[in-house]
């Protein structure tokens, strides 16, 4: 059902939805790109051919902030602005590619990893794959430590399961639920290190308001929501005690 | 995508499986913010001031009068700490760990009260009678370390003082 | 007369036992003592503090103790008389009369919720100016004033105004951030709970200022006695006419409303708090867009804190001038300095940017309250930095505090003797961090949690030099990577404890030579 979906990846995904405004004229990395006004830094530079890595952003829904690997260098700005959240202006010059950057990017990555199964960094597909191909990050230094790795895989969908463990809580599939379906059937419960993903209140998928429509697997970036049909021997994980 | 090549799954209600509360309560709640932008905090508050905590099963009740799915009323309640999914002890005590607090012995005050309610923070001691808290500043940082029990501040707590406190709230029923 | 603060700090230390119990002896002995419950001055060792109006001015008494009363009505109390509790006349104390109280000057002398009290003290004065100048002016006397936010941030009001001001939108609002929750702050609470209406005027001058027409207070439920005192200062403004429809016969119309929190410390940010209010999970907001130009409810929305908009009072009645020759560099006016934690005159005191470290600790705090010698001072709430000793002789101000990577923040100091672990103190911060993040941007939301298991481990003298060189690293993309100052700035208290005291956690020193300020 989503198979034809997940052939759009190989198109461009620019990351931020496009905008319909005055050109704007700047450079990424030197290169010249033209947009619309209103559109992300991360468009332009995708657009430029220079694209930056990504993890919260798709150009499906309204960019989110949250993943903070698309971070850049704007010529006169302090800091690291996440290039999803910040729009174009005329004459800007953005760098994508530099030594703080990709240490950065690196040190955010670490993060990510340090609460991902470590047995699924290597060998698997999903656009988390592709940052840790890109950024070169594949492990972390920093030790066990608290963790999502136990939490309980929800198969009751029977076309998707969801494994909380592989979440990585940029809240695409939230995002997605309701930018795209209206559905409004998922939501981040708790704050901070306990976010987590949920389905209505915290009950299973196919007990809560989720109407299967798939968005939400769409969305995901890290195979946390996955079609099952991927897996006709059974999810590995999918029974803890076997895991 | 076409959703008609797969039949819809179908669902349970689990409305029914939450405990029963007192829907008209909520009723009156919802009726008196009826029409305000952004109600949804006032509601829950006033939830909780009437029922003590905001039960599971009234999250569809909500939801419905504001038009929002569960889901949404469930991350909000989750996301703030004041909101509570099941009731507390007859008494809230609220401990504060902030720093004024700890740097007047905050850290001693909530040791001795973890002892003496035998539970610690985020738990209600075995009798039911308090639920200890932990609070991020009450504004009371000139008298620390501070406490609040069922709303009512209290500043320079001494182990003593608190004793006393607790021994009083576990005495009435 | 005699005068009881009903401020919560007071009532905390037991003010209305001690009202109680004048009441009681006043009536055993067949006084009429009329009582008058005041807002406090703010000098909250001395609470219960009671005052008596004399000839010579009010001289106070304090700390009292309810079983005390009978002894100060022996002693004549109620005209002045001498009493081993006796502070002679307030105004005198000097932790009080060295004060520059610009924002605090009702403080201990009226009742908060006498509207009458407050225009016989020169309330209202500057609404009623702002209301006979043009919209625009007051943006520029404000401007010109040199008011920065008071929150934490420091940003120029005026110019947060003057977006809003110039916004074309259906709708405008006020919101005011009463989400206090840094340790060791107090002031926004002070200015609620004793002197509402001073808010609520310079609310309503944002208001008229930038074509608003609703205000929210968005209050922390860890102040209830701040809620009921906003509420109930804003019916007797709206029984005026002060606030609601055609204000004082104006084409000025404006009304709000006191909104709760719930637990939650993001939600002082000001993105967070906007979420809030519209009935949200508090999660940051990235900017742009600004809350000047799409904020509540995507409409323009100023949004100012609690002190900043006391401030505004002061300057449309006294003039931007008058404000601004208050103190140094690009910090103007007045801060509210909040001393707390382990200080022996712990209380408010207002003063000109300017003043050191040392002068508040010393001078006004008497060092700690334990008597034993100060080791750390932590500056502007959770999120600032903790200095040593060696820095006392930092001027607060703006700019100052942040060459050594620290902030004035709110205005709390925090003071710890030489019996606190820092090690601790980095860990908490560390903990609070995750305990508070919204959990929207990973350095935070993971990174948090991280901090705190590094820090665990170099204590527990696990690798203490390769945890300690990946803490750093964490630090840094916390600091430069997250998308709030929440995240950005908890490495800050990490990073010092780390600097000036690395034997706390069993590291050696890399401590320089002595510092020159």
Known sequence: ?243 | MKDAVLPRPSRRRVEADHPPYDVTAVAAVLERWAGTPGNLLPVLHDVQAALGHVPPGCVAQIARALNRSRAEVHGVISFYHDFRRQPAGRHVLKVCQAESCQATGGRALTARLEQLLGCGLGETSADGAVTLEAVYCLGNCACSPAMMLDGRLFGRVTEAAAERLLAEARQDA | ?517
């Not at chain 3, 002894?71 to 509790?85: M, Y």
């Not at chain 3, 002679?88 to 004060?99: H, K, T």
């Not at chain 3, 110039?166 to 060791?184: F, I, L, M, R, T």
């Not at chain 3, 006695?225 to 004082?248: M, N, P």
């Open chain 1, 1 to 243: 059902m989503w198979s034809e979906l997940r052939a759009l990846r190989e198109d461009v995904d620019y990351g931020t939805p496009p905008r319909d405004g005055e050109a704007v004229t700047l450079t990424v990395d030197g290169v010249p790109v033209t947009v619309a006004a209103g559109s992300s830094v991360m468009l332009a530079a995708a657009a430029a051919g220079r694209p930056v890595v990504k993890l919260c952003a798709t150009d499906m829904l309204e960019a989110f902030g949250s993943c903070r690997v698309c971070l850049v260098e704007i010529e006169g700005r302090r800091g690291f602005p996440a290039s999803c959240t910040t729009p174009v202006e005329p004459g800007m010059a953005v760098r994508t590619d530099t030594p703080r950057l990709a240490e950065l990017r690196a040190g955010v990555m670490e993060l990510y990893l340090s609460d991902f199964p470590a047995e699924d960094v290597l060998g698997g597909w999903s656009e988390l794959h592709e940052v840790i191909a890109t950024t070169g990050v594949s492990s972390h230094r920093y030790g066990p430590g608290e963790n999502h790795l136990a939490a309980p895989v929800d198969d009751s969908n029977p076309y998707f399961l969801f494994d909380p463990a592989k979440c990585i809580v940029c809240s695409r599939c939230v995002r997605a639920c309701e930018e795209v379906q209206g559905t409004f059937a998922l939501t981040i419960q708790g704050r901070g290190f306990e976010s987590k993903v949920v389905a209505s209140q915290g009950e299973p998928f196919l007990d809560s308001e989720c109407v299967s429509c798939g968005a939400c697997v769409q969305a995901c970036p890290t195979q946390s929501l996955v079609e099952k049909s991927l897996f006709e021997g059974g999810y590995r994980s999918a029974d803890p005690a076997q895991a």
């Open chain 3, 1 to 517: 007369m005699v005068c009881v603060p009903r401020d919560s700090t007071a009532l905390s230390v037991g003010a209305d036992a001690v009202a109680a119990a004048i009441a009681a002896e006043a009536v055993r002995r067949g006084l009429p003592v009329e009582i008058k419950r005041t807002s406090s001055r703010g000098l909250f060792w001395l609470e219960p503090l009671v005052e008596v109006p004399t000839a010579a001015g009010a001289v106070g008494y304090g700390p009292v103790e309810p079983e005390e009363v009978p002894g100060l009505f022996e002693a004549g109390f109620l005209q002045g008389g001498r009493h081993s509790r006796s502070l002679g006349p307030v105004a005198q104390i000097p932790f009080l009369a060295r004060q520059e109280r610009l924002i605090f000057g009702r403080a201990g002398v009226t009742d908060p919720q006498s509207l009458a009290e407050y225009q016989a003290h020169g309330g209202l004065a500057g609404l009623r100016r702002a209301l006979s100048m043009a919209p625009a002016a007051v943006v520029d006397e404000v401007h010109a004033s040199g008011l920065r936010g008071r929150g934490g941030a420091a940003f120029p009001t005026g110019i947060k105004w003057r977006t809003v001001a110039g916004a074309q939108a259906p709708c405008k609002y006020v919101a005011v951030n009463a989400d206090e929750g840094d340790s060791g702050t107090y002031s926004d609470r002070m200015v609620m709970e004793g002197d509402p209406f001073l808010l609520l005027e310079g609310m309503a001058i944002a208001a008229y200022a930038t074509g608003a027409s609703h205000g929210y207070i968005y209050v922390r439920s860890e102040y209830p006695h701040a809620v009921a005192a906003l509420e109930a200062a804003l019916a007797t403004l709206r029984a005026a006419g002060w606030y609601g429809a055609r204000v004082q016969g104006s084409d000025f119309s404006f009304d709000a409303e006191v909104r709760v929190g719930a637990g939650a410390y993001i939600c002082g940010e000001e993105t967070a708090m906007i979420e809030s209010i519209e009935g949200k999970r508090g999660m940051i907001r990235y900017k742009p867009p600004l809350p000047a130009l799409k904020g509540l409810f995507g409409m323009p929305t100023v949004v100012n804190n609690v002190v900043s908009l006391a401030s505004v009072p002061a300057i449309l009645d006294r003039g931007a001038q008058f404000y601004a020759d208050y103190g140094m560099g690009r910090s103007r006016g007045t801060l509210p300095i909040q001393l707390a934690g382990n200080v022996k005159r712990a209380g408010l005191v207002e003063k000109a940017f300017g003043v050191t470290l040392r002068e508040l600790i010393e001078d006004f705090g008497g060092g700690t309250r334990s008597g034993r010698p100060v080791r750390a001072v932590q500056v502007g709430g959770p999120l600032g930095a903790y200095f040593d000793a060696s820095l006392l002789d930092l001027p607060l101000d703006y700019e100052a505090l942040a060459q050594h990577k620290g902030m004035a923040g709110h205005g709390g100091i925090v003071v710890f003797d030489d019996t606190v672990d820092m090690a601790e103190q980095a860990r908490y911060a560390m903990a609070f961090c995750a305990i508070e993040s919204c959990g929207k941007c990973t350095p935070c939301r993971v990174g948090s949690t991280r901090g705190r298991e590094l820090i665990e481990r170099i204590v527990r003298g696990e690798r203490p030099r390769e945890n300690h060189a990946q803490l750093l690293k964490l630090c840094d993309v916390m600091e430069n990577a997250s998308l709030c100052a929440l995240g950005g700035m908890a490495p800050w208290p990490v990073l010092s404890a780390l600097k000036y005291f690395p034997e706390d956690f069993g590291l050696p020193s890399e401590r320089q030579p002595a510092h020159v300020v």
